[in-house]
């Protein structure tokens, strides 16, 4: 009885990564937003996001060849945020399974 209030090692990674997962996705879709709004790429925090999204979207910035900018960018870093939601909260409802 004791022991279930607290959770195990598999139930906390299954959050860390579910909550790394959201941060991903969080900063790729902030980028996303601050591209459609034409955000000052000079500005300190702009350029902290955006070169973080460059790097999470690595392998899918530049997936897409449409003809619009901004298309591009929401497909590439869409579908990056997407797979990090998907597969992160993938791998941790796996483990908070495991548990039980």
Request: glycine content about 8%.
């Amino acid at each position: 009885m004791f022991m279930s209030r607290y959770r195990n090692g598999s139930d906390q990674a299954g959050t860390v990564i579910a909550i790394i997962a959201d941060v991903f996705a969080l900063i790729l879709g902030l980028w996303i937003l601050m591209y459609l709004l034409d955000a000052n790429r000079g500005n300190d925090l702009v350029q902290l996001v955006r070169e973080s999204a460059n790097w999470l979207a690595g392998w899918s910035h530049d997936l897409f060849t449409f003809d619009e900018a901004w298309a591009r960018v929401v497909a590439g870093y869409g579908l990056a945020a997407v797979v990090y939601l998907f597969v992160g909260h993938a791998v941790a409802h796996r483990l908070h399974r495991h548990r039980h």
